[in-house]
Structure formats: C-alpha cells, structure tokens
C-alpha cells in the first residue's frame, strides 16, 4: 500500500491555515502600490489613483505609467501609456491607453482617477 501524497495527510487546520495566508498575500497585491504623490486602490480590472496636487504625481497601475498633467477648474489632463487625455469631473469613461479612466474628483489637493479595463 502507497502513502498519500503530503498535501493529502495536511490537516484541515493546516490547510485553512495555507489558504488565509494566500488569500492575505493576494489581498496585498491588489490593495495596489504607491508612488511619490500618489495612493492607489486596485482591484482585478480597476485601480482607483489619487494624485496630490502640486508634485510630480505619477505611478504604475494595471501595467501602465499614469500622470496627472494638470487640471483647469473642472477639467483634468492625465496622461495614461504615453497618451493625454482631457475630462471633466464626472465625465463618462473615456478610452486611453488600451484601459478606460474617468475623474471622480477635483480639489485644491488632490485628484481622483479611475483607471479600468472596462468603461463600467
């Protein structure tokens, strides 16, 4: 007669043990990475960026470089895999650089940027 393999002899406690630390490393993974003037929150196909005004905001996100240029009232350039864009507050996401962003906000201090695979 054959042992099991290890994984199957791992009691159940160990194994739930394994499964929260992958979960927690994941989890950190997609809590996204910070930047110098910038904070991310990322998801699977999104990452929510927010840009201090009055620095050189720029960071990684989804594969790609993203910088806020500047912004003009209400309106926002950002600059997405190499392309610019301009949008208004609240505006419809709009396609740049292969992924699709939209500024939820603007204030004196800071700018926050969708930027997803999806328009949605």
Not at 75 to 94: D, N, P
């Given at each position: 007669?054959?042992?099991?393999?290890?994984?199957?002899?791992?009691?159940?406690?160990?194994?739930?043990?394994?499964?929260?630390?992958g979960?927690?490393?994941?989890?950190a993974?997609?809590?996204?990475?910070?930047?110098?003037?910038?904070?991310?929150?990322?998801?699977?196909?999104?990452?929510?960026?927010?840009?201090?005004?009055?620095?050189?905001?720029?960071?990684?996100?989804?594969?790609?470089?993203?910088?806020?240029?500047?912004?003009?009232?209400?309106?926002?350039?950002?600059?997405?895999?190499?392309?610019?864009?301009?949008?208004?507050?609240?505006?419809?996401?709009?396609?740049?650089?292969?992924l699709?962003?939209?500024?939820?906000?603007?204030?004196?201090?800071?700018?926050?940027?969708?930027?997803?695979?999806?328009?949605?």
């Amino acid at each position: 007669m054959t042992n099991p393999p290890a994984y199957r002899q791992m009691t159940p406690v160990r194994r739930a043990a394994g499964l929260f630390a992958g979960l927690a490393l994941g989890a950190a993974v997609l809590a996204g990475c910070s930047s110098e003037g910038t904070s991310t929150d990322c998801g699977l196909d999104a990452c929510t960026v927010t840009f201090d005004r009055g620095v050189n905001a720029q960071t990684s996100v989804l594969g790609v470089e993203a910088k806020l240029i500047g912004v003009d009232g209400d309106k926002v350039t950002i600059e997405v895999a190499g392309e610019q864009l301009t949008l208004t507050t609240g505006q419809q996401a709009t396609e740049v650089g292969g992924l699709y962003a939209t500024v939820e906000s603007a204030t004196a201090e800071q700018v926050v940027v969708r930027i997803g695979r999806n328009a949605g």
